[in-house]
């Protein structure tokens, strides 16, 4: 899923600072629980192959912690 939260956006405590300064109480992030769709043409093309580089990253990352776990509990 592409995630919706935009670069360069503000962190919390950089939020949490200006509202200090401002003597303004911050207001809690929003959290955006629906994705977007996906555009069509070169920046739709750009957004499913980082999607799929991500899911195969995932699928990598759960088959080391497999062999990982496997190979602790042959060892003990």
Same mark, same amino acid.
């Given at each position: /899923? ?12 950089? *939020? ?10 911050? *207001?809690? @992030? ?5 994705? /977007?769709?996906?555009? @069509? ?8 192959? /980082?999607? @799929?580089?991500?899911?195969?990253? &995932?699928?990598?990352?759960?088959? &080391? ?12």
């Amino acid at each position: /899923m592409f995630s919706a939260r935009l670069y360069g956006s503000r962190s919390h405590k950089t *939020k949490q600072l200006l509202a200090d300064l401002r003597g303004e109480e911050s *207001k809690e @992030e929003e959290v955006v629980t629906k994705s /977007m769709p996906i555009p @069509e043409g070169r920046v739709g093309a750009l957004i499913e192959s /980082m999607q @799929e580089t991500q899911f195969k990253a &995932m699928l990598l990352y759960a088959e &080391m912690l497999k062999k990982r776990k496997d190979e602790d509990v042959a060892g003990s």
